[in-house]
Structure formats: structure tokens, C-alpha cells
């Protein structure tokens, strides 16, 4: 699929991955509705794509606010008269032990309420657009770590396994009347999001450039998953065995945040 000239909604573009994928989009020729909620970061992006020749507008908004993606996405569609591809790339990671979060229902309902209201509540403001013209593409930003379980993620990687159910379902109903859709499983990125963590700074990680090449693929190439070879065998064992398959791994991990906290105190 040439992505000259397809107007594609890409949220979360402000930062990371989203911005960097933004830049790409504009490069294949593709003009932008950029959406986060910094404006200053969405304008700068933007104008870094106009430099370059290329197109992008800006939209700035809560995603966490039903209310304010309803008025969002009625502007983007009073401004845009044909819309190909929706990329829900926003999202919020938290990194903290269930036993830490007690007391924490909240850190459930908000990495829900963005990761994954927020994601459906776009894409069904969109949807009738899709419809009508007959074709519409959405892509939906998920994590290796829903196909292989690691520990201390669960609220964020619960929205993120949501939105990857979400997907099924609107690839299954309307795949026949021209939806369709992606899951994109990134591996750990290097972006202010995993930068939080202090201890991942010496991590190997995914270049922030390739990642958001993951991104123009799923829109250019439209497959139902961009997943590592790793990730794509963890979810056939995980279907297949779910206790060994969450249980044994659980040391390493451990070991390895251990490994990782110790050469931070080395290196500093
Ligand atoms: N980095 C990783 O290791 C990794 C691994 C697996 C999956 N992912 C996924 O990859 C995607 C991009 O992550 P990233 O690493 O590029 O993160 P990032 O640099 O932290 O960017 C997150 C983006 O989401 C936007 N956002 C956050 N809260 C928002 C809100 N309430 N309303 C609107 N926009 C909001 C941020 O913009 P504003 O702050 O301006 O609103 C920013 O543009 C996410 O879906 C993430 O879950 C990342």
C-alpha cells in the first residue's frame, strides 16, 4: 500500500516512538493529523516534517478524556475528507509490583482508561469514516511482554492485552467491509517511556528509528502482526502451555533486574 497522499491519524506523536514514526509517515508522503496532549512537542514535530516539505497538522488532546477525543476526532474529520489509517501509538507504562499497588486501583482504571478506552473511543469515532469510504486501517501499539509474561507490568500490560482483543474482534466483524487491522508487539524501545525505569539504562533495547519503521510497515504492508520471532513463538507456547510457560521464566527475570541493578551502582 503507497502511502503517498493517505491522511493517517497517529497518536502519541509528540514523543518516542510516535514522533519519530510521524517524521517517517511525512517522508513516504503522507500527511499527518499528529495527537498527544503537549501541544509545544506536536508543533515542533510538525514543523520539523514542514522543513522537509512534508504535511502534518496538530491536535492536540487528553486521550484520557472521553469528551476530548469525541471533540478531537470531530475536527480531524471536519478537516480531513478522506482518512486511511488510525496508529494508536499513546499510551502510559507503569513499572510496579501487584503487591505495591494494593491501595491502587487507580493505576488499573488510568493506564486502562488511556491504553485502552482511549484507543476504542477514537477508533470508534472513526469508524463510520472507515465505512463509508470503504477502507480504513487501524493499528494498535501492544508490547512483546503480553506474549511472553513478565512480572511488574500488570496493570499496563492488562490495557495492553485488551486493546489486542479489541483488535480481533474489529478485524473479525468488519474485515469484510474493508477494515483492517495491525498489532504491533514492540520490544523494549529506547524513549522517555523506558527511560523512566533507571535500572533499564544499560539494556540492550530497540533503536527508537526501527521501531517507528514497525509502525510505517503495519500501514504500508497491513499485516495482522509485527511481532519479533521470539514474540511469535512466546504467544504459541503461552496458547499451548500457560502455567510453564508464565511460571518457569520468572528467575531469569529476576536475575536479570538484579544483573541490571548492579551494573547501574558500577557505572552509575
Ligand atoms: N518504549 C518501550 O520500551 C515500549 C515497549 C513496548 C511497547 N511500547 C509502546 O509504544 C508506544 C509508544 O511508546 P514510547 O516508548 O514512544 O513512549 P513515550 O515516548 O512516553 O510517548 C508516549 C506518547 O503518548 C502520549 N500520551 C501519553 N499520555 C497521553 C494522554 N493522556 N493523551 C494523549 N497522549 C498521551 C505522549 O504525549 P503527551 O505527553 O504529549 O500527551 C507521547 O507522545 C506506546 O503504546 C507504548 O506502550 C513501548
Known sequence: ??????????????????????????????????????????????????????????????????????????????????IDALVNNAAHSIRRPIEDALDRLHD???????????????TLKLLPRFLEQGHGHVVNVSSLSTQIPIPLFSAYLA?????????????????????STT???????????????AIYKYMPMMDVKKAAGWLVEACEKRPARIARPMGKVGSVLLAAVPGPVTRLPQPLFRGMDKLLANRLKKKG
Open 1 to 82: 500500500m503507497k502511502l503517498k497522499g493517505q491522511t493517517i491519524v497517529l497518536t502519541g506523536s509528540s514523543s518516542g516512538i510516535g514522533a519519530e514514526a510521524a517524521r517517517l509517515f511525512a517522508r513516504r508522503g503522507a500527511r499527518l493529523c499528529l495527537v498527544a496532549r503537549r501541544e509545544e512537542q506536536l508543533r515542533d514535530v510538525q514543523q520539523a516534517i514542514q522543513a522537509e516539505g512534508g504535511s502534518a497538522f496538530i491536535y492536540p488532546c487528553d486521550l484520557s478524556d472521553n469528551d476530548a477525543i469525541a471533540a478531537c476526532v470531530a475536527q480531524i474529520l471536519a478537516d480531513h475528507p478522506r
Open 108 to 122: 488499573f482504571e488510568r493506564t486502562a482508561q488511556l491504553n485502552y478506552i482511549g484507543a476504542v473511543a477514537i
Open 183 to 197: 498489532v504491533v508487539y514492540f520490544p523494549m524501545v529506547r524513549t522517555p517511556m523506558s527511560s523512566r525505569t
Open 159 to 179: 490495557s495492553k492485552s485488551a486493546l489486542e482483543s479489541f483488535t480481533r474482534s474489529l478485524q473479525a466483524e468488519l474485515g469484510h467491509k474493508g477494515i
